[in-house]
């Protein structure tokens, strides 16, 4: 697991099930039931994890 995979799982608390790098853009897979903590109430979880990263992130259903 690489870093940025860890601070993931560990800053939207939910299970990933998988992680793609599309340039600055980072897309998580999280399972349908888990996107709505993943993205966190008014997408705080999400905005949080883009400032600790430095990058955006989309968060997608599986």
Do not use: C, H, S, W
Not at 18 to 44: F, L, M, S
């Amino acid at each position: 697991m690489d870093e940025t995979f860890k601070k993931l799982k560990r800053m939207l608390n939910v299970e990933i099930l998988d992680v793609e790098y599309e340039g600055d853009k980072i897309i998580v897979y999280v399972p349908a039931d888990q996107v709505r903590i993943a993205v966190g109430t008014g997408g705080a979880a999400v905005k949080a994890a883009e400032l600790v990263l430095g990058k955006k992130i989309e968060v997608k259903a599986r």
